[in-house]
């Protein structure tokens, strides 16, 4: 309705928006951060018992696939830059194959627990104590909502994916580019410090 | 210069977009009718959440059953504490003032995302349809408060997931309208508006912004591990899988007590516009009025402690939040005093707006002094859960934050709508309305020193003076807020047309036509001066 919002254009606003929402997103996570240490300093063992079972296998596969990701990401705004069309569509091609990986291969890793009757509420788990269910409720729920935020990344990307190859993004207007891949990023940090958390502190 | 540009350009009021009727509001992205949205939307609400707590008050009259049944007194306390809090006194200010005038205090045509602003309106509408679905849908409505406390919050048969959900998403709101404030003023302040030549009211809710920003994330993610437990059974909160209910409470007051200071930072910020306007005198102490503002801001974050003096913390938790509870007095004290210096030898106008400025001090006080003693870790474990915690809480929520809502409403008033109000009922309304408030909250104080529990729909015979005494206040304070909104209304038709500046004010907003043209400003002003610039 208001023409100016239209002509108006403040591309360092739009990036301190996504800076300030990527500060909320931290928080977000900082809640659950916190409430892993409580419980980790109280079932010091049942958590180190427990994170020996995870996979740490495909654990470094996804973090080399998400780091990966977020280099092409990175890259795509380069090649915008660049006004290389093409290159910037591959590459943001590839940053969502590299995330569709990412969920394929946490789908394994959860249907393997769960065949295994490891799942918050199951009786098997209750079985093995208290340390266990939390540990396994703490990992179901940060890797599940880190998951749900890589949805929300390939989305995201879906959405800058088809702008580019409308010409909405170009070498002149890519803030929108810029601001998915800090989301991106966000996603990929969160994992990094997720990772060390279930699979590697033993 | 006003007269003149009335003819060029048409109000936001009169404004023709691409959309006709309801759908040129519902759709617009102009600032100014987005504040409108939430004036209209938080109304609605506000008295709902009122005649709720009438009918608690009237509940309460007499020892045993009155009109209602235990469970339903549960239910009404819930929603009046879910309505109230989170969908009026923390969108209130910033929502309907900050984004109406934001904009035109800092020189700006609009915010700086105007879609995400609109889309903010949204996420609220749909977290407030959520709330009332929770109501007539499943088992039940939600019983537990409005904290959620754990486990109850899990175990009740009450329909818990649409209200912790809707919660969840007025969180979601309430982010996206302090990041686009935030970005607004670092961004958007026109050529000359320095940090410190920023009025005080944009200034409180650029602390509110961050308040906003840093908070309530954590309590997004507690409500998601709520429903995550109701749904799933994952055990963070459930003693009997190991969980712990306590840190369900860190998490909640984490957020829940700097929400405070998303209530009280923008009323003290349209408190000072409105003592500084009415005294003709420039803010005693701009400079520590804004800094003031940073430190409750700041402070505010680590005081959540001071709810759960009797939930067992170690004695040195205990301790630090008790002192950093005392430490969150200063900065509020400076803003009194400031506001009393202010008046010393100003000319003031005593109009309707300063009157509402003038029981806001009043009230603030008493709710501020209070907030001491129950701070205080002796006489906390005496007045925990009383009806002590319920008269401070809403002398300083309701009489803060409400006192300077209303107070707000008659000072833009002529602004927003370009009429003047009936000064007469204005003042009658007033009147009632602090009595009533008064008489409302004030025997709490007694009752709960003397040891009546809050949230009990029954209680002692000894308790019976008190609680006739507010129960007969409420009905004055109900019948002034009828009043009052009931003379705006009224007034919209019958008020004469206002001038671009009735109160001589000083800041932005008062150099442009009453109501704002649709691009605020026709030519971009330029700053030259401080804030408030009487002489």
Same mark, same amino acid.
């Given at each position: ?202 | ?106 020189? /700006? ?5 105007? $879609?995400?602003? &609109?889309?903010? =309106?949204?996420? *609220?509408? !749909? +977290? ?61 302040? /026109? ?5 410190? $030549?920023?009025? &005080?009211?944009? =200034?409180?809710? *650029?602390? !509110? +912004? ?326």
């Amino acid at each position: 309705m208001i023409a100016t919002a239209e002509i108006h254009r403040d591309d360092q606003a739009s990036k301190l928006g996504m800076w300030l929402f990527l500060f909320t997103e931290m928080l977000l996570f900082g809640g659950l951060f916190i409430v892993y240490s409580v419980y980790r300093y109280r079932n010091a063992d049942a958590f180190h018992l427990a994170s020996e079972e995870l996979s740490v296998l495909i654990g470094t596969i996804n973090t080399i696939i998400l780091l990966i990701s977020s280099a092409t990401i990175a890259m795509s705004v380069t090649a915008i830059r660049k006004k290389d069309k093409k290159v910037a569509l591959m590459l943001l091609g590839a940053t969502t194959i590299l995330g569709i990986i990412f969920l394929v291969n946490k789908y394994f890793e959860w249907g393997e627990h769960i065949t295994e009757h490891i799942y918050p509420g199951s009786s098997v788990l209750s079985l093995r104590g208290q340390g266990d269910v939390l540990f396994y409720g703490l990992y179901y729920f940060m890797t599940g909502l880190h998951a749900l935020h890589i949805i929300i990344g390939l989305v995201f990307i879906g959405f800058v994916t088809v702008f580019i190859s409308k010409d909405r993004i170009n070498s002149g207007k890519f803030v929108m580019l810029e601001n998915c891949g800090l989301y991106w990023h966000l996603v990929d940090m969160i994992w990094i410090f997720l990772f060390p958390l279930f699979y590697l502190i033993t | 210069m006003s007269t003149q540009t009335i003819s060029i350009e048409p109000s936001y009021l009169d404004h023709q977009g691409k959309y006709r009727g309801i759908f040129a509001w519902i759709f617009s992205t102009d600032h100014k009718r987005i504040g409108m949205l939430y004036l209209f939307s938080i109304l609605t609400l506000f008295a709902t959440g009122a005649t709720l707590g009438l009918l608690m008050k009237f509940e309460l009259i007499a020892p045993g059953k009155t009109i209602m049944e235990a469970q339903t007194y549960n239910a009404f306390f819930t929603l009046h504490g879910i309505i109230m809090i989170f969908t009026v006194v923390i969108p209130g200010l910033p929502a309907v003032f900050g984004n109406f005038l934001l904009p035109i205090m800092i020189g /700006a045509k609009d915010v700086a995302f105007p $879609k995400l602003n &609109l889309l903010s =309106w949204y996420f *609220y509408v !749909t +977290g407030v349809t959520l709330v009332i679905i929770s109501q007539f849908t499943g088992q039940g409505p939600p019983d537990t408060g409005w904290t959620f406390y754990a486990p109850y919050s899990f175990r009740t048969a009450g329909n818990m997931l649409p209200a912790v959900f809707g919660a969840f998403v007025l969180g979601f709101s309430s982010v996206l309208t302090g990041l686009n404030f935030l970005v607004t003023i670092h961004r958007m302040r /026109a050529p000359g508006m320095t940090w410190l $030549k920023m009025p &005080l009211f944009p =200034w409180t809710l *650029y602390a !509110t +912004g961050w308040v906003q920003l840093l908070a309530t994330p954590i309590i997004g993610i507690t409500l998601l591990l709520v429903a995550a437990e109701r749904v799933l059974n994952i055990g963070f909160f459930d003693p009997t899988l190991g969980g712990d209910p306590i840190l369900y409470q860190h998490l909640f007051w984490t957020y829940s007590h700097p929400a405070v200071y998303i209530m009280i930072l923008p009323a003290m910020g349209a408190i000072s516009e409105i003592i500084s306007t009415f005294s003709h005198k420039p803010v005693f102490g701009y400079k520590f009025m804004v800094a003031s503002a940073l430190a409750i801001a700041f402070v505010g974050y680590f005081v959540w402690g001071h709810h759960m003096f009797t939930s067992g913390m170690s004695g040195t938790a205990l301790y630090t939040f008790s002192l950093l509870t005392f430490l969150v007095a200063i900065p509020s004290a400076i803003k009194v005093f400031n506001w009393i210096a202010t008046m010393h030898k100003g000319s003031i106008d005593l109009q309707t707006p300063f009157y509402w400025a003038m029981g806001f001090v009043f009230v603030f006080m008493i709710g501020g002094f209070s907030g001491l003693v129950l701070g205080s870790l002796t006489t906390n474990v005496h007045l925990h859960n009383t009806h002590f915690v319920l008269a401070h809480f809403h002398f300083i929520v309701f009489g803060g934050t409400g006192f300077a809502f209303f107070g707000a409403m008659h000072y833009w008033y002529p602004k927003i709508t370009g009429r003047m109000y009936d000064t007469r009922w204005a003042n009658i309304g007033l009147l009632l309305f602090f009595t009533g408030f008064i008489g409302l909250y004030g025997p709490m104080f007694y009752l709960g020193a003397m040891g009546m529990p809050r949230r009990y729909f029954d209680y002692d015979a000894i308790f019976h003076g008190g609680n006739i005494l507010s129960s007969m206040g409420s009905w004055v304070l109900y019948s002034g807020a009828a009043i009052i909104i009931i003379n705006l209304f009224a007034s919209l038709k019958t008020g004469i047309k206002a001038p671009a500046n009735p109160w001589g004010g000083k800041t932005l907003e008062w150099t442009i036509p009453s109501p704002p043209p649709v691009e605020n400003f026709l030519e971009q002003p330029v700053i030259t001066g401080k804030p408030y610039d009487y002489k």
